[in-house]
C-alpha cells in the first residue's frame, strides 16, 4: 500500500451524489446480480482483494474509502489504462455516508469499483486446460467464492459454470475467495447441458461427484497429471440432475462416516482438487536378498 498519488481525489458528503452510483445499495443482491453484468463492473472490497484484481490486469472506474483510509490506496490504482487517460478517481466518505450509499457498514475501509472483462470461451479453455471443474446451478455466493478458492490453491486449470450459477464477480463470491477468482480462468458453459459435450470432443474423463452408494470411492478415480479430467458438482441440496450425471464417464463418491450423507459443495470440491492433484508413489525398488545366517557354532 502505498500513500495517495495524483488521481483525484473527491470529497463525498451526499449518499445520493451520482459520481458513487457503482456503489448503491451493494446488499440488494438481486439488483447486483442483474446491473454489474448489465454495466460491466463488479466490486472488490477490501485492500488485499483490491490489489489482487489490480495484479490480474483488471482496470479500476473509482475507489470509495473512508477517510482513515484515504492514504492506503494500491500504488497500481493510479496507473492510468493508457496514456492521456484520467486516473481512477477517489472518493473519500465518513462512515454513515458510507453506510447510506452501500447499505451496511464497510468494516475493511475501501471498495472499488473495477471494469469487467469479455468473457472468456469455454472450448478455448478447453484446449489448454488438464484439471477443470464444473458446477452446476450453484446459486450461493459464498460457495462458489470457496470452490474458486481451492480451485486457485489446489492446482485447478478452469472451472466452468452453468448458466444459472452464481456470479464470481460478485463482492461475496470475490471476499469469500480472498481474489482467487482473479486467479483461475472461467467460463458459462451454455446451451446447458448440451455444452457439456466439449468436455468429451476435448478429450476430458468426466467424474461426476455424486453420495449414490454404488459410486466408486473417489480416490479410485485418480488419474495421471497428463490425464484430463473435469469433475462435475452439483447444486447444493439435490446435487447434480439426473440428465447431467449420465454425461458423465465416471461416478465418484467421497465415503462418509457416522451416518452424514455428503458434503458441503464447497468442501467437497476442495477434496475433489486435492484428489486430482495427487501424485502416485515413488516405486519402491525391489531390496536386495539377504545373506545365509552363518551356521551357529
Do not use: K
Not at 445499495?25 to 463488479?42: I, M, Y
Not at 458453459?189 to 455424486?210: C, I, N
Amino acid at each position: 500500500m502505498t500513500a495517495e498519488g495524483d488521481g483525484p481525489v473527491v470529497v463525498i458528503d451526499d449518499p445520493a451524489d451520482p459520481r458513487v452510483s457503482d456503489y448503491v445499495a451493494l446488499t440488494d443482491v438481486a439488483l447486483r446480480r442483474r446491473r454489474e453484468p448489465e454495466q460491466g463492473l463488479f466490486i472488490a472490497e477490501g485492500e488485499r482483494v483490491i490489489e489482487r484484481a489490480l495484479r490480474a490486469g483488471y482496470q479500476p472506474r473509482s475507489v470509495l474509502v473512508s477517510p482513515a483510509r484515504r492514504h492506503g490506496v494500491p500504488a497500481g490504482f493510479w496507473a492510468r489504462p493508457s496514456p492521456g487517460q484520467p486516473a481512477a478517481p477517489v472518493y473519500v466518505a465518513g462512515p454513515a455516508v458510507l453506510a447510506a450509499i452501500t447499505g451496511f457498514e464497510v468494516h475493511r475501509g475501501a471498495l472499488a469499483s473495477m471494469c469487467r472483462r469479455e468473457p472468456l470461451d469455454a472450448a478455448q479453455l478447453l484446449a489448454t486446460a488438464r484439471r477443470v471443474l464444473v458446477c452446476e446451478d450453484l446459486v450461493s455466493h459464498t460457495n462458489l467464492g470457496a470452490i474458486f478458492r481451492s480451485a486457485a490453491g489446489l492446482g485447478m486449470d478452469a472451472v466452468l459454470l452453468s448458466p444459472r450459477c452464481a456470479d464470481p464477480l460478485y463482492r461475496r463470491s470475490v471476499r469469500v475467495s480472498m481474489g482467487e477468482v482473479f486467479a483461475v480462468p472461467y467460463a458459462r458453459l451454455e446451451p446447458w447441458p448440451a455444452a457439456l459435450s466439449l468436455l468429451r470432443t476435448a478429450g476430458f474423463e468426466v467424474v461426476a461427484l455424486t453420495p449414490a452408494p454404488d459410486a466408486q470411492e473417489l480416490t479410485a478415480a485418480w488419474a495421471a497429471p497428463d490425464d484430463r479430467v473435469a469433475v462435475l458438482l452439483g447444486t447444493e441440496g439435490s446435487g447434480l440432475t439426473d440428465e447431467v450425471l449420465a454425461t458423465a464417464t465416471r461416478r465418484a463418491r467421497i465415503p462418509m462416516a457416522h451416518g452424514v450423507d455428503s458434503l458441503n459443495v464447497a468442501a467437497t470440491a476442495a477434496i475433489a482438487c486435492y484428489v486430482l492433484g495427487l501424485r502416485p508413489p515413488a516405486p519402491t525398488a525391489p531390496s536386495a536378498p539377504s545373506a545365509p545366517a552363518a551356521p551357529a557354532r
